[in-house]
């Protein structure tokens, strides 16, 4: 397959979509697997001495979605470029929209983990995850925290999120927003677009609503899902105090909250005639119009996600940014998208992966009513618990045939140094 056609099925698959984040993280870990037959191994650390030094990140375009994707790829190429290290990645989706062209992965190395806190790291939270990808590679594995980001990285094989404390990044502000700028056709469609929602108004209120995969994990220490009426309630707050306001509203679900809004006279971005260039016109990229126009807003409400926080992080213009938070006697707070957390978790100073099921029923009664509740109790949160059993079986059968099975099986029965490394 050709790096255009892979480039094409990336993108026909990233739009904003109901895939739990278990489906896809067994779709990594298939990919990551097959991926590795075809990378030739050196992890000779002589031989790597002796040629230009490389950072690659075999997980991006998988590890999580278009948010994520921004944050992993701005961290490895910053931590390439303190490094003086070569860039190498898998087809992803930037290379389209952005017109990234790093050169593909052409070896193996060892990976270095992202172990910044305990409490909310994936890679504690399913113990299985460290030991696979060391032998999947080869070699042992590297832990490293934000620190490496004014030092650089090189010869290693990064894993992560790189959800740090965006005052880590804002020494990098530049060149973090250079390197998600549209390739110029593009470009010129979206502005085209733009131009027509400013003509609607002098004041752009952009506000992102997720929901889909928010609803379904409702286990997931950051999975807050605000109820429509309270964003409704926030924008008559501040409404009359905008000078000839608009709305846009951006959401995964736009069809079944619009109506909501119908007191603000809502625009989506279907509404602004945005002819994608010929060469794109088969990709759905919805997801990144939305992401555009979100960068572009005079005033910005998120959801609590990576998604509408890094299009913050790219919004040189407004003055005024939003996020929900945990505290529903306020509901929402101003932000600095330069100088805040991009993900707020449950549990302020001690922030935790997941919630405990009396906040799971709190937090979801509270937000989406006795229905989503007893959904979440009775379907969604054993889905989850489900998924993510069969992803650390299958893990710990990938590491050590049956006896990985049975340590994991152990560590899911609270027998927790069954993995301990």
């Excluded at 990233?14 to 278990?22: C, I, L, Q, V």
């Excluded at 846009?248 to 809004?261: P, W």
């Excluded at 957390?341 to 009513?369: C, M, N």
């Amino acid at each position: 397959m050709s790096n255009q056609d892979t480039s094409s099925e990336i993108i026909k698959t990233s739009n904003y979509n109901s895939k739990t984040e278990a489906d896809r993280a067994f779709a990594l870990l298939d990919s990551f697997k097959n991926d590795n037959e075809d990378i030739e191994s050196s992890l000779d650390n002589e031989n790597l001495s002796d040629i230009q030094p490389v950072l690659t990140m075999s997980s991006l375009g998988k590890f999580g979605r278009f948010g994520n994707q921004i944050f992993q790829y701005a961290f490895l190429k910053v931590c390439a470029k303190n490094s003086g290290a070569k860039v190498e990645c898998p087809d992803w989706i930037g290379q389209t929209i952005f017109g990234h062209n790093d050169a593909p992965i052409s070896k193996r190395l060892p990976p270095a983990i992202e172990y910044e806190d305990l409490a909310k790291s994936l890679f504690n939270v399913v113990p299985e995850f460290i030991p696979y990808l060391e032998k999947s590679a080869d070699a042992k594995s590297y832990l490293f925290g934000s620190e490496v980001l004014e030092i650089g990285l090189s010869n290693l094989d990064i894993w992560g999120v790189f959800h740090f404390h965006t005052r880590c990044l804002k020494p990098y502000q530049q060149y973090f927003r250079s390197l998600f700028q549209p390739v110029s056709d593009l470009k010129f469609t979206l502005e085209e677009g733009l131009n027509n929602l400013r003509s609607k108004g002098k004041t752009i209120v952009g506000i992102h609503i997720r929901r889909g995969d928010y609803i379904k994990q409702p286990r997931l220490g950051f999975t807050l899902v605000f109820p429509t009426q309270w964003y409704c309630e926030w924008l008559e707050g501040i409404w009359e105090q905008l000078e000839d306001p608009v709305l846009l509203l951006c959401s995964d679900d736009i069809d079944s909250i619009i109506g909501d809004f119908e007191k603000f006279s809502p625009v989506t971005t279907r509404d602004l005639n945005i002819r994608l260039p010929e060469s794109m016109k088969d990709l759905d990229l919805d997801f990144y119009i939305d992401f555009f126009m979100l960068s572009k807003c005079d005033v910005v409400c998120t959801s609590n996600s990576t998604f509408s926080f890094a299009a913050c992080m790219l919004n040189d213009r407004a003055k005024m940014f939003f996020r929900p938070h945990w505290d529903f006697s306020t509901k929402f707070k101003a932000f600095d998208p330069w100088d805040s957390q991009p993900v707020l978790w449950i549990g302020d100073k001690q922030p935790r992966l997941h919630k405990s099921l009396a906040e799971i029923i709190y937090f979801t009664y509270s937000t989406q009513g006795i229905w989503v509740m007893l959904k979440s109790i009775f379907i969604y949160l054993p889905k989850s618990l489900i998924r993510g059993w069969a992803i650390r079986v299958y893990l710990g059968y990938q590491i050590e045939s049956m006896i990985g099975v049975f340590k994991t099986l152990l560590s899911i029965l609270s027998w927790r140094s069954a993995w301990k490394r």
